[in-house]
């Protein structure tokens, strides 16, 4: 048995990287490892396992520090990187004892044998969907870097994965060495697809309820379907990641009829939206995976999002779902909501989705990198 510590500043954010986070763990505690969490926030695992539906034994936890939990029950999504550096920093010297640490949010360097998970590089500075020319935003920089040690060459030689080719081809251009892409892992367990025929004309919007997810826009592009003829509504699913954000997503969505918040959602009732509904809609740009992209698809709906990032290559690069702007977006869900014979097309070219990212594929191509990891 060995022994493994994972690092997740707060699994309490409930997105794609928590999703990660919960089924790597299981993953290696299935695959006779002994795991350690090193986190900001202590996690309710029962929750969490309904959540993501997994079956994490309770590991042992580890809260190093005092600034970083201070800054994750005060700050929720807000300066997530200094939280993350924070952590590492408070627990560095704790890490000797340990045969390989995993990240399971970004990278930092280590000196212990490390398999790191890039969602989105931590210290890179050339991503198309950040924008760092501030003055402020170099100073952060700057002081995470510094916080942590950074030293792009201890970075280097972990074994660093990557949650699609488009976060990998970043993370190569940074670091200059080899990325492996493993997709994070699409959870449908207990789902059972509804036909087409009896599902509903509506949208889901799926993830962090947060500024970078552009609900806002989303609600007027169904909107704007609407004012066009089309009789559609939008269901907003997902937990709270920024609270004045979520606060005016509530205040539009209770002056129009068409538009349900459902929150942060069970598993089951997930499932039920996603075997009930025909569209999904994503509205950030440069995702670098797009989790809920792949869930919609891998439940048979038919999924838009915004033509950029890695879910492009969960769409499969197809035109007609990916949109640069709202007008494109309008014009081209249209033209899928009025054709019966495109839908099934499309419907038809995405039933692989749900076989590329199951969680059995990802709990084996990580016990596989950590296993080669080892000392």
């Known amino acids: 048995m060995s022994r493994i510590a994972v690092f997740h500043p707060d699994l309490g954010m409930r997105g794609g990287a928590e999703d990660v986070c919960l089924h790597a763990i299981e993953a290696l505690q299935e695959d006779g490892h002994e795991v350690t969490l090193f986190t900001l ?22 809260v190093p520090g005092r600034l970083g939990p201070l800054l994750a029950r005060n700050l929720e999504n807000k300066l997530v990187r200094l939280q993350a550096c924070l952590l590492y920093r408070a627990a560095r010297n704790q890490l000797s ?21 890039v969602h989105s590089p931590r210290f890179e500075a050339k991503d ?37 080719d488009w976060t990998a081809g970043l993370v190569e251009d940074v670091y200059d060495t080899q990325v ?20 509903e004309d509506g949208f889901l919007t799926i ?22 003829g089309h009789d559609v509504h939008l269901h907003i699913v997902g937990p709270t990641s920024d609270s004045a954000y ?28 996603l075997g ?19 869930e919609l698809a891998s439940a048979g709906a038919i999924p838009f999002a915004p033509d950029s990032g890695g879910q492009r290559e969960i769409l499969g690069q197809k035109a007609q779902l990916m949109y ?15 054709s019966p014979k495109i839908q099934s097309s499309v419907r038809d070219d995405l039933e692989s989705v749900r076989e590329a990212y199951s969680p059995e594929r990802f709990k084996k191509d990580i016990c596989s990198a950590v296993n080669q990891a080892l000392p």
């Open 180 to 199: 492996q892409t493993v997709y994070p892992p699409v959870s449908l367990s207990g789902f059972e697809p509804t036909p087409w025929s009896e599902r």
């Open 97 to 117: 004892s340990f045969d390989v640490v995993v990240s399971t949010k970004n990278e930092f360097p280590c000196d212990v044998p490390s398999v790191q998970y």
């Open 276 to 294: 009930s509904h025909r569209y999904g809609l994503h509205g950030r740009p440069y995702e670098h995976f797009g989790i809920t992209v792949a």
């Open 128 to 164: 198309p969907g950040l924008d760092r020319k501030s003055l402020a935003k170099s100073a952060y920089e700057r002081l995470i870097r510094a916080i942590v040690d950074f030293d792009p060459e201890r970075v280097a030689s972990s074994t660093l994965l990557a949650n699609s």
């Open 324 to 338: 640069s702007d709202i007008d494109d977006a309008i014009e081209k869900m249209e033209t899928v909501l009025s």
């Open 246 to 273: 979520s606060e005016r997503v509530r205040e539009r969505g209770a002056d129009l009829s068409f538009v349900h918040i459902e929150g942060s959602v069970s598993h089951e009732r997930l499932l039920e939206l």
């Open 207 to 228: 993830g962090r309820v947060g500024p970078s997810k552009r609900i806002l826009k989303n609600i007027d592009i169904v909107g704007q379907l609407r004012d066009r």
């Open 41 to 62: 926030t202590r996690p309710d695992f029962s929750g969490l396992n309904e959540y993501f539906a997994t079956s994490v034994s309770t590991p042992t936890v580890r």
